[in-house]
């Protein structure tokens, strides 16, 4: 007989992180779809959500939602769960002792950010407890923790003591992410000018993309701004020399929207140095846009030759480069970028992690 994975899926109801959540599903079924031979997919949620996954088996339903799970699992209160192979796509886990030699019980995390050890105060003080706690957790109970890039990988040895129990599996681009075909009608709803470049990111990294905006002579478009970000950073953009009228700030898109947003931009500043998965930037490459991004760890890794690396200061420099003719190349490497990176390929790997656990 052979083996059931059993995946975490935390956000079906309630839903925390939007592209944690997306992440999650396309992992389970690129978990369903690449299953070995005899293996089977199942899920843990909690109270109330429904899983509407082809192909997934059992579904162990818990009785408590997802914010009393949070807070539970903190604790090290995993009544009902259950052992065998357990799999988290983020970091809420049921992280407890086990006996993965007697009972072949093994469970793994996903890590996706360390912006709670690099950058604490971009959040708050209670996640930044959660993260932490759960990493403390992950050391001693997890059989694997999983992070998106070497980089970060190297940074959290650093962190923790987890030696060879860390393990590097990327992300990818939602499985549907793809320019629509009423783009341009999508961007005329959004109110957004005919050549602008996109920014995203924390509020405190933004400033070097709308000089970078400024030096181009275009506008910006910010992404996946925070509920009331508006006056802020109409504020940041008018400090470096953007005015307001020509900062566009938009909150969360569904992925049609970014899509289009992405796809009609003159590049993608990626400014953000957290060692993290750049969700957006990998987003920027998939539909063929020039990114620019600050030079990191993370970066290095992910984006490589898909986009063009340069210090903060450097940035204004870049884009006015990369707005001209100097895009077109890169719009091809960072399509050519993107193509390493796949749903289904990051599922073969955790099969792979758990078979050699």
Known sequence: MGARLRVVLDQLVHVVDPDQAWASRDLATGLVQTAPPNCAVDAIVPAGAEVALPGIGDVRSLPIGRREL????????????GGGL???????????RHDRVHDNDQTTVTLWDLRAWEAPSE????????????VRRAVRHADAVVVPSHAMAERLSELTKLGDRLRVIAGASPRDLRVPVDARRRREELSLPED????????QTLSAGFRGAVAAGLDAVVLGAGEGAEPRLAEVAAAAGLPERRAHIRGTLDGA????????????????????WPWRAVEAMTVGAAVVAVDS???????????????AEDIPDAVADVAGDAGDRLRVLAADRARAFSWDSS???????????
């Open 86 to 96: 357990i799999h988290a796509p983020t970091l809420l886990a049921p992280l407890v």
């Open 347 to 357: 599922a073969e790997r955790v099969w792979a992690l758990h078979a050699d656990l």
């Open 70 to 81: 949070a807070a539970s699992w903190q604790l090290g209160i995993a009544p009902g769960v």
């Open 297 to 311: 760890g993370a970066h290095r890794d992910v984006i490589a030759d898909g986009g063009l690396l340069v210090s």
């Open 196 to 203: 602008y470049v996109v920014l995203a990111g924390p509020e």
């Open 257 to 276: 929207d970014r899509a289009a947003v992405l796809s009609g931009s003159r590049a993608f500043i990626a400014t953000d140095p957290i060692s993290a």
């Open 123 to 134: 959040l708050s003080r209670a996640a930044v407890a959660w993260h932490r706690g759960m």
